[in-house]
């Protein structure tokens, strides 16, 4: 099985899906008619982007954070049969806390 290591300010990210219903009832939507989350969970992180005198710029994000993201950010990637996104810190939006 393999792992994945993001680089720099890169995350990788596990979409987490909204609920799809309605009052009154279940709404099931074919997967072409489903809105992208705009939600997700670090799973990784990488060690930070570099400065110009190359010194680590700790990121504010660290895995297990549940964050909100802008709907096209990030690359969709397959990696042992299960979708993910890769982004840069900067595409986050923000930290979701409970």
């Given amino acids: 099985m393999s792992t994945f290591q ?5 995350l990788m990210i596990k979409l987490v899906e909204e ?18 989350p705009q939600q997700g969970i670090v799973l990784a992180a990488g060690l930070g ?13 660290k895995k297990n954070d549940r ?11 397959k990696l042992n049969g299960e979708k993910f996104v890769i982004m840069k ?7 979701i806390k409970d």
């Avoid at 993001?6 to 890169?10: K, M, V």
């Avoid at 609920?19 to 992208?36: H, R």
């Avoid at 964050?67 to 990637?77: D, P, Q, S, T």
């Avoid at 810190?89 to 930290?95: C, K, N, Q, V």
């Fill in 6 to 10: 993001p680089i720099e300010d890169r």
């Fill in 19 to 36: 609920d799809q219903a309605i009052a009154g009832g279940a709404l099931l939507l074919p997967e072409t008619a489903k809105e992208k």
């Fill in 49 to 61: 982007r570099r400065d110009n005198n190359g010194g680590r710029i700790e990121l504010d994000v």
């Fill in 67 to 77: 964050i909100l993201f802008a709907k096209y950010a990030g690359i969709e990637v």
């Fill in 89 to 95: 810190e900067t595409e986050i939006l923000g930290i």
